[in-house]
């Protein structure tokens, strides 16, 4: 197989691999719900991203590198998105319940 064609299907692979997440992101921000994503589910998902880019950049082979990169910043958008709306506005919430105000 040559060179180019090698190129190409890194290059598809890489794209069908980051718009999958796309999807989730989009709901998760959308919905501001978090709850049925695990915290070890991400953060397992962010070392091997970190790995495969290392990985990646050691080969030298551009379409990893690329592809891992965008699936890292996904990665850390619904890692942000799951500490935002599972434990940061939620303690707001629940603070919030209990508030008593005097007329």
Known sequence: M???TKTI???TGGTLLNITFIPQIYKTFKSKKTDDISIYFMGSQMITSIFCLTYAILLDENPLILSNSILFIELLALFIGKIMYSYIYKKKESNSKYKITFV
């Open 9 to 11: 299907i890194g290059y």
């Open 2 to 4: 040559d060179d180019q």
